[in-house]
């Protein structure tokens, strides 16, 4: 038994999304798991009341189960980081990872500010000793299978030793939460070849060649659209944050560019459902924040209540499978 | 009246791609303009009656106009850069780029070895003052107008100063080869606040908010695809080389990758037709080296003859819009 806690009051579309979010999860995983809806509980109450006015019976009585866990403060899109910390302790964040600092919840989900979500897990969910930073990890969908990629844009300048813990960050990732074997690492540069890349990846190729992973070696921003580099399938994309948020938000970007010309060229809707629907977003819910002592799952603050009940979904594989403890034996290695 | 050198030994297809694409130039360019076949003489030779057995005689008269130069050594794809300097000076690369610079040639066109023609392309052209190194500008589709990204590939590690001058040369660029009236520059960062970004892109943002170009601010990663953010059009990406060149061959990657998966689906190759057209990159010509005093044209190893072709025609642009003597008033600015 699970107990996750969902951040009522962050992202573009709250509180109706979350709430809608959490009616979706509550039908999916019954009534074995705890779902705890962290934010201002007069503005819960009533989106939940409007929400299930005329659901069914089921509905309701999984409604009945939520744990309601009050958070007077709200935290903006645009307030700093620093405000989940000092500014407003009592909003959903700060509360809702206190929670599971006390032992109280074992995973947090939102899709609010990114910066403040990140600075509050770290400072009161900690970080596994022998990290100095966490990652963010990203699915990326490819032709073949999914791949993860590392950091999207926690870190912008890396240190050789960084993107080595990127590596085993991604590799317990592509473990626990993608089912993968023996997860292939790729560290993403501009050539095969060892000596190809900036300062810091051209050191961390060296670190990698030498830390036991399954490492492919370089791999170049054409092979990830495939999932795939000449020496095989990738599991784990390894690169800085400001690449990986770079290509993360051009890859957005870029597939409804093409759908949308698509469609002027007369390629009607129907034909690119299938393939619209296999590169959504939404299927992989969120991001983890990874190196914490803990499980806090970062969502795109415009998520759709399916992409935050695939958010919930992830947060409790993440519990599930004891990622957190694997990537303290991981980093203490 | 141009003369514009081509190196018929560089690319996965020399020498027919070269001569191909030279025969398709002369036609459209007609008597004016000289072509220069720089490489092997004989096996120039071989090639070019190879392909116009047959051919009409307005085309056995533009190739009688060809100046073929003899170049003895080939510089292979696997080669060091050094080896254009050093070790194979009487190949096509070297003996292409001295005629421009004893000033028996305006502009040099090559698919071959980038980093050698890089290498020799700095070595004999030499940059203009107050650049330490060149950059390559790549021009990618986008859903509105085609936007220069640069550096693409040739300076990984890159400083403040360096980003701020590839919004020069980009410039030059946009203005000169893609028309663009007051280029709008945007610097590529991982969110539109000037305070966002690794440390060089936030000290470059500082520099370029007052060095009096029409600059846009900070850009993400999803305003490329779309060519506009929400400041206006784009015509000019600022980035290190690094990110520049993950980028690009992403780029290149991604739309060949949900074609495949569009037709797997049932949308025809006719369908797709228009779309595939708009995103080619062969209609772009190749990518200049920016920065070297001259002109240096690098097309993808992969050319086609219709590729090749429009980086002839982009030679003779950057030469006839005189861009090098306009990046040198810039950077000396």
Chains 1, 2 share one sequence.
Not at 142 to 164: F, H, I, M
């Amino acid at each position: 038994m699970a107990r996750i806690a969902l951040d009522a009051m962050g992202g573009d579309h709250a509180p109706q999304a979350p709430i809608a979010a959490a009616l979706l999860a509550a039908a999916e995983l019954g009534p074995d798991h705890t779902l705890q809806l962290v934010g201002q509980e007069p503005v819960i109450r009533d989106e939940l009341a409007k929400q299930l006015a005329g659901a069914s019976p089921l509905l309701q009585a999984a409604a009945e189960r939520f744990e309601i866990v009050h958070a007077p403060d709200v935290i903006l899109m645009t307030d700093k980081p620093s405000v989940a910390i000092r500014g407003k302790p009592q909003a959903s964040m700060g509360v809702g990872l206190r929670l599971q600092a006390e032992g109280k919840s074992d995973a947090f989900i939102s899709a609010g500010n990114t910066g403040a979500q990140m600075a509050a897990s770290v400072f009161i969910l900690r970080l596994h000793d022998g990290l100095e930073r966490p990652a963010i990890g990203t699915v990326f969908p490819t032709a073949k299978q999914p791949v993860v990629v590392l950091d999207s844009g926690a870190n912008v300048d890396c240190s050789p030793k960084e993107l080595e813990n990127f590596a085993q960050l991604g590799h317990v990732y592509a473990k626990d939460i993608l089912g993968r074997e023996k997860p292939a690492i790729g560290l993403l540069s501009i050539g095969e070849e060892s000596e190809k890349g900036n300062a810091a990846v051209k050191e961390a190729h060296q670190l990698l060649a030498k830390n036991g992973l399954n490492f492919l070696g370089n791999i170049e921003g054409r092979d990830i659209p495939m999932g795939v580099c000449d020496r095989g399938p990738i599991d784990v994309v390894v690169c800085d944050g400001f690449t990986g948020n770079v290509l993360l938000k051009f890859y957005e970007a870029v597939a409804p560019m093409l759908f949308g010309m698509l469609m002027k060229a007369g390629v009607t809707k129907e034909q690119l459902g299938a393939v619209v629907h296999s590169l959504d977003y939404a299927k992989y819910g969120g991001a983890p924040l990874l190196g914490v002592k803990g499980v806090s799952i970062i969502c795109h603050g415009k998520s759709s209540p399916e992409a935050l009940k695939n958010g919930i979904l992830a947060g409790l594989r993440a519990h599930e499978s004891k990622m957190s403890s694997h990537i303290a034996e991981r980093v203490h290695a």
